[in-house]
């Protein structure tokens, strides 16, 4: 499975941006979904997860309430839809997808989510203050 980025950009706090993960390859509803992001000097931090049904989502603290994620499988996409920016929002956002059976595992922390094995190149996002 390839999986391609798109939406980041640069907007003022405040402001709203719509993340892409675009699959390519077989048998995408077989996997389930996270972004993830990465901000200078710091360590990669999962965002938000859905299981390969959208039976399960889930958010990290630090953006529950401000970010929804969407699943289309007939379209292979998973849209994270980002509200509310803060600065320390910015960040290198990546989606990636794990090969696992059933919902349990996303309704779990990011830290307990299961090995990711495929990852897009990431798209980079920049709140301004």
């Known amino acids: 499975l390839q999986l391609v980025e798109s939406g980041g950009g640069t907007v003022q706090a405040g402001g709203s941006l719509r993340l892409s993960c675009a699959a390519s390859?077989?048998?995408?509803?077989?996997?389930?979904i996270g972004w993830f992001r990465q901000a200078p000097g710091r360590e990669r931090e999962g965002v938000s997860c859905?299981?390969?049904?959208?039976?399960?989502?889930n958010f990290a603290d630090s953006v529950k309430g401000r970010f929804t994620i969407f699943r289309d499988n007939a379209k292979k996409t998973v849209s994270l839809q980002m509200n509310n920016l803060t600065p320390e929002d910015t960040a290198v956002y990546y989606c990636?997808?794990?090969?696992?059976?059933?919902?349990?595992?996303?309704?779990?922390?990011?830290?307990?989510?299961?090995?990711?094995?495929?990852w897009g190149q990431g798209t980079q996002v920049t709140v301004s203050s």
């Open positions: 390859g077989w048998l995408f509803d077989y996997y389930g």
């Open positions: 990636a997808a794990v090969d696992y059976y059933g919902d349990n595992w996303c309704m779990k922390p990011p830290p307990s989510w299961p090995d990711f094995t495929s």
């Open positions: 859905v299981s390969r049904s959208a039976g399960s989502t």
